[in-house]
T-cell receptor, first 107, second 116 residues
Framework: RKEVEQDPGPFNVPEGATVAFNCTYS??????FFWYRQDCRKEPKLLMS???SGNEDGRFTAQLNRASQYISLLIRDSKLSDSATYLC????????FGAGTTVTVRA | EAGVTQFPSHSVIEKGQTVTLRCDPI?????LYWYRRVMGKEIKFLLH????????ESGMPNNRFLAERTGGTYSTLKVQPAELEDSGVYFC??????????????FGDGTRLSIL
């Protein structure tokens, strides 16, 4: 079983739509989680940390479900600039990456 | 503040040759990491330095890969001799000195390595 699994998508949504996707992780002892964003042929960039109570940063909401070992990301009011690959990352001191979920926002 | 910088941005070499990648972390970051993404796969951890010491090198694929961080500043990753399966994007990341594991890591642009 992979350490981090994500739905690869792609999620193709119109501007203004809401899109949400999950990832699951295998290590029940993991404590720290992030969502990174990666644009084509660019480096991963930190989008947001994921806290146990769930957290929001503007149009982005991240939630953590420890019992089921999954993390979710929700994007509200999608913009064209949100088109990217979103990487679910588990931080067990070294980072374990999911393969990424591709989101394409169309005009 | 300058980010993580990597050099070169792209390297094309023939099988059997040697290549050395360099990473300059964010100033003051004691933790330096190397990762690799091969085509079609997720980004994978290679190794972790704390200052000049190797904290974890469990992700290094084999002994053709040698990482160093003399002086605890920049790091190099040498591949010798390079094989076709070494092709991919090599990312370096750094994080601030902290004993806690929830410090985010900041990534460089990566070195795209192509072995012919």
């Amino acid at each position: 079983r992979k350490e981090v699994e994500q739905d690869p998508g792609p999620f193709n949504v119109p501007e203004g739509a809401t899109v949400a996707f999950n990832c699951t992780y295998s290590n029940s002892a993991s404590q720290s989680f992030f969502w990174y964003r990666q644009d084509c042929r660019k480096e991963p960039k930190l989008l947001m940390s994921v806290y146990s109570s769930g957290n929001e940063d503007g149009r982005f909401t991240a939630q953590l479900n420890r019992a089921s070992q999954y993390i979710s990301l929700l994007i509200r009011d999608s913009k064209l600039s949100d088109s990217a690959t979103y990487l679910c990352v588990v931080n067990d001191y070294k980072l374990s990456f999911g393969a990424g979920t591709t989101v394409t926002v169309r005009a | 503040e300058a980010g993580v910088t990597q050099f070169p941005s792209h390297s094309v070499i023939e099988k059997g040759q040697t290549v050395t990648l360099r990473c300059d972390p964010i100033s003051g970051h004691d933790n330096l990491y190397w990762y690799r993404r091969v085509m079609g796969k997720e980004i994978k951890f290679l190794l972790h330095f704390v200052k000049e010491s190797k904290q974890d090198e469990s992700g290094m694929p084999n002994n053709r890969f040698l990482a160093e961080r003399t002086g605890g500043t920049y790091s190099t990753l040498k591949v010798q001799p390079a094989e076709l399966e070494d092709s991919g994007v090599y990312f370096c990341a750094s994080s601030s000195r902290s004993v806690f594991s929830n410090q985010p890591q900041h990534f460089g642009d990566g070195t795209r390595l192509s072995i012919l």
